[in-house]
């Protein structure tokens, strides 16, 4: 989808377009987590649902699904989201969202290599704003978000259709 | 971009895709509030930046913006952004941005309109969730948003870039 995406890093971190083989392994990780454990649903084979949403995402070229792999191993997953708005002249905005990082691999820093990668790829995307909705049910989310330079300046809302 | 997007309603109102020569009018929306003001630039002819954000928006078809016609004049707008994630075993969900009603048609319920068909038009589209990050400094969207069934229940970030 894109050709710039990947980086490499004395060969032990890259962040790469995720594949459909990759699917799994974002699965498990989004699944891994006390409020994802609620919502997904981890088996072999995948329900469709998720290999569809791969799809969409896939050929959409304001949509793209990173991994981060750690010699190797898919280890963090993120997707972006390019939207062109009218608001602030029109200016385009990057948002966050599905962001889990392994659970055994935690405080190595790889959430904010993938964050590193995101506002990079956003700027070189041409958005003049980064922003995500985090639950409140996540503190140390919250705080990690906040020492990377995001300011809870909104309220995040959200309805069930 | 569709053809299901407009209603009737009595003929009195309307909703239905913006057009390029709907701009001028958007963009008042958006500067005529204490917010807008500081970051829009309403003047003739508009500068570029909104056209080619218009156009990137109508040739989208995951995004869509939408204006409210009162007896044939522009009186509200809204856009909003469908979007497939992997989370929520591969839900899509909507994004809304962009809302404004026009300071002189307050208080007739024509937010609620735009919201009314925003939540039907997700709906539609196979959305699970209609989402917005609203400002803290505007508590009476807040009301606003909680009266027609959204939770706050997430935190509303953002980095600029």
Redesign the interface.
């Known amino acids: 989808m894109n050709q710039r995406i990947g980086y490499p890093d004395g060969e032990t971190v890259r962040i790469r377009t995720a594949t459909l083989g990759d699917?799994p392994d974002?699965?498990r990780m989004?699944a891994d987590d006390p409020l994802?454990a609620t919502?997904?649903?981890y088996r072999s084979p995948l329900?469709d649902?998720?290999?569809?949403?791969?799809s969409?995402?896939d050929g959409?070229p304001?949509?793209e699904?990173v991994v981060l792999e750690l010699l190797g191993a898919v280890k963090g997953?993120l997707?972006l989201?390019f939207?062109?708005?009218?608001?602030?002249?029109?200016?385009?905005r990057a948002?966050v969202?599905?962001v889990r990082v392994d659970s055994g691999s935690r405080s190595l820093g790889l959430g904010r290599r993938m964050f590193d990668w995101a506002?990079e790829r956003?700027?070189e995307r041409g958005?003049?704003?980064?922003?995500?909705?985090?639950?409140?049910?996540r503190p140390e989310a919250?705080r990690f978000?906040?020492d990377?330079?995001?300011?809870?300046?909104?309220?995040?809302?959200?309805?069930?259709?």
């Open positions: 699917l974002i699965v989004l994802g919502r997904e649903q329900p649902t998720y290999v569809a949403a791969f969409a995402i959409d304001n949509n699904l997953v997707q989201t939207i062109p708005h009218i608001t602030h002249q029109g200016g385009w948002l969202e599905g506002i956003s700027r958005c003049h704003l980064l922003q995500l909705t985090t639950d409140k049910a919250l978000y906040e990377l330079g995001f300011v809870a300046s909104h309220e995040g809302m959200k309805l069930r259709l």
